[in-house]
C-alpha cells in the first residue's frame, strides 16, 4: 500500500457532491433515485416526533421523495460549502433551498447540512439535517404539529 493520497476518490466525491445537488432540482427525483444505492439508508436527525427518523432501501426513500411530488417543488439550490472528512467516501454539503408549496403557493427556504457517505459511486448512507417546522411553514401546516412537539416534551 502506498503512503502517496489517491486524488481519484475525492475529484470523484467532488463531482458525485455536485450531481446531488443538480438532482435536488428534478421534480420527479428520477436522477437522485439513479444515485442510490439498493440498501440506502435516509436519516433524519431533526425529524418530528411524527414523522420519520430512518429509512432502509432505495424502495423506502423513493416513497419518501415521492411525497413531495404533489405538495413541494424545489426551484433553487444553492450550494454553500463542501467538506471533506478523513474517510474519501463521505462528504458534508452545506446548501440552501428554496421554492414553494404547491399546496398554498408559499415560499418554502430551507438551509441544509447533509452528510452523503458513496460507495461504488452511489449513495449508500444519506443523513439530512433541516428545519421540518420550514417544510410546515411552507405547507400551512405548522400548528397541529408544533401542538403535538409540546404535548410530547411534557410527558
Known sequence: ???????????SLDGSSRRFLDALLDPKHQSLIAMLADDAVMEFPYALPTSHKRLEGKNAIVGFLAQFEDF??????????????????????????????????????????????????????????????SVLAATGDLDQPIRNVVMDSTN
Not at 441544509?112 to 428545519?131: M, Q, S
Open 1 to 11: 500500500m502506498s503512503n502517496t493520497p489517491d486524488t481519484a476518490v475525492p475529484d
Open 72 to 133: 413541494l417543488i424545489l426551484r433553487e439550490i444553492t450550494p454553500v460549502a463542501t467538506h471533506r472528512t478523513t474517510n474519501p467516501h463521505i462528504a458534508i454539503l452545506e446548501y440552501e433551498g428554496a421554492g414553494e408549496s404547491l399546496q398554498t403557493g408559499r415560499a418554502y427556504r430551507q438551509k441544509y447540512i447533509t452528510v452523503l457517505t458513496f460507495r461504488d459511486g452511489l449513495i449508500c448512507h444519506w443523513k439530512d439535517y433541516w428545519n421540518p417546522v
